[in-house]
């Protein structure tokens, strides 16, 4: 069986030996805590949207997150553009669809995507999942209205259908390809009450996409990471203000030892 | 005579019950940490600027915050869209008109604004809200350079033109209507030492909007939860850095007790 | 011999008693950490962007600081705009070239800044300051790949050509001008962990510059005050995440005392 915590540690220390730049086109309410977070692990993030260099970006760069939390028209034209350009090359692809299934503009943007630029890996919460394979699924805003057991069926269509990885989050995470599930059980009930910890999720996938030995693999380390960080985060916090410095030092700070001891990985 | 401490409690009570979806075109200076004072309250924020997605959006939202902080030829249209469906699905607006007074572009803004979307409330300092009134009022940059007693008649003025609530923060917060003046002294000086202190008591006071008995409620209710988490958070900082943390956190943990205890609200 | 400690405090004590207007046209990344360090160390910052207002803005603002970080088209125009008028005004500029070298839309966009609005000051990475004389230099992202000794020979060419004071900044910061180097040994190696410290040093730069005698001056103190307040907030925290906010912090508690006493200038 697979040991996923020795495994993501190991990705872990590849990101701290290489620093592979990570390309975001993300949205404005995380720019700063995504970089951050990226930067606390050991890889070099960048945030590049202008039409005019996104593509040179991407020919720098070891992973391309394309986030949709704060679209306009010319950003959606970079995503498609970065998104091309990095299957030309091979730069993994991870798309977080933020609120897709709220507003129309959202859903047809990651249908655009998944056909013109299709992922490596997308991240979602489970509304979000479901609005992209269930016509009349709705999202709270940008907060999931469903159960992540709820999604895996569309997560499996989603993965069938576009040939990716799908992790979906939530109290438990799920990850998710066209013949495998596992389950992370690691995290804390504070990463709802803080802004970005799913877009900050989705980075870390880029940078765990950028070392790992498949996809799979990424999508699963980074949640694990990301899950274990919040819970040593929220183990020194009052709530989830202190909580975010937090997570960022436990990004910094984290051992072999502590990912083994804490990582709650379910392969079936 | 109007107990507001007991009132603003019930209000938060019912922030965390229904979790309302905020709606916000702000700027990018403080998105980040309003949708962070928003989550800790217990609300759920929502960033949202396309025009393409905006009225869509205020479809789902309880309460839209516009604030012109970092304007630019787009924004403007879409605040105008969304306040414009706002008003017609009669969702509650509140707009902060940040640095009003300083250039005409923003003056001009608000004033589009209070014709074309009349909010329900207006939230700014001193010298934005004289700005709406007085021609020639200056503002320096975000900053205000005038006492909040100053701006009283402005506020009235506005409040009878526009049939809105102002809301005038400083060192003592001023809740105007047509026939109401009340007054918030809670808060603390390092407020001023952070950036979007302003936009994050608007951010709230939206919160507020979406569950209050009326909009003065509302806007009283948010200055001073806003205040009272200040102060506590002020006892827990050496200094405005640690202090948005424990901002954050003061709103997670605030109860009924820490309200009724703190509140200094002055019904005349 | 320049006591750069002493003058650096003078400085400082400037900023507190008159609280300049900084006018930044800055990435969305670093909006919010550089408003706190200016808040914090006692200036006022503004944010504004748009064509419409950049102009006006410029004319209330002692220092203009001028961020690519995350560049587009309209952001462009909007630089070249406010710094034309920032010219025209007398007032200094800081142009921080993020990312330059790295594709060619940030090399030339600082190269029209340099043409058309000649910066008082130019403050960057190696990687960035010998992008702008080298023609095949090349950056990682926004990260830099050339130790700051290796710059120096680029920052006078520089310095010479366009008649502003250039700011390397890196383990040892070195400012240049046309017939000066002074080294300034202060900071920490979690800087470089921790999303736009770059750009808050170039903030920084912008309020000293607002109140120094002389741009070379300006430059210096704002790298000694930065680097010391890094090693405060170092000294108080576990890692990156942490780091922030005590950062704030001892930029607002900084005393005469401790910058004597902290300071490392190298006057040759």
């Known amino acids: 069986m697979t040991d996923h915590a020795k495994l993501a540690w190991a990705d872990v220390a590849r990101i701290r030996a290489a620093a592979p730049l990570v390309h975001n086109i993300t949205n404005y309410v995380v720019m700063n805590p995504t970089a951050n977070a990226l930067l606390a692990l050991g890889a070099s993030p960048v945030m590049a949207h202008a ?124 990850v998710v390809s066209k013949d495998a599930v596992v389950r992370v059980r690691n995290g804390h009930p504070w990463m709802a009450r803080v802004t970005g910890m799913g877009c900050t999720a989705s980075a870390l996938t880029g940078a765990f996409a950028a070392v790992s030995a498949t996809p799979f693999d990424a999508a699963v380390h980074a949640m694990v990471v990301m899950g274990i960080a919040g819970e040593l985060a929220a183990e020194r916090s009052r709530g989830p203000g202190g909580f975010q410095a937090e997570l960022l030092d436990a990004l910094f700070l984290l051992d072999e030892a502590t990912v083994v001891k804490h990582a709650r990985v379910e392969v079936p």
Chains 1, 2, 3 share one sequence.
Do not use: F, Q, Y
């Open 51 to 174: 039409l005019e260099e996104v593509e040179e970006m991407v020919g720098l760069a070891s992973a391309l997150v394309i986030n949709i939390g704060t679209l306009s028209g010319p950003w959606v034209e970079a995503m498609i553009r970065a998104g091309r350009e990095a299957k030309r090359r091979g730069v993994p692809i991870v798309i977080d669809p933020v609120g897709s299934g709220a507003t129309r503009l959202r859903t047809t943007t990651v249908e655009r995507l998944l056909a013109e630029a299709p992922p490596t890996i997308v991240r979602g919460n489970a509304s979000e999942i479901r609005s992209l394979v269930i016509a009349d699924a709705a999202t709270k805003g940008v907060d999931s209205t469903h159960a992540v057991e709820d999604a895996i069926a569309s997560a499996r269509t989603l993965a069938e259908r576009h040939g990716c990885v799908v992790s979906v989050s939530g109290e438990t995470d799920v």
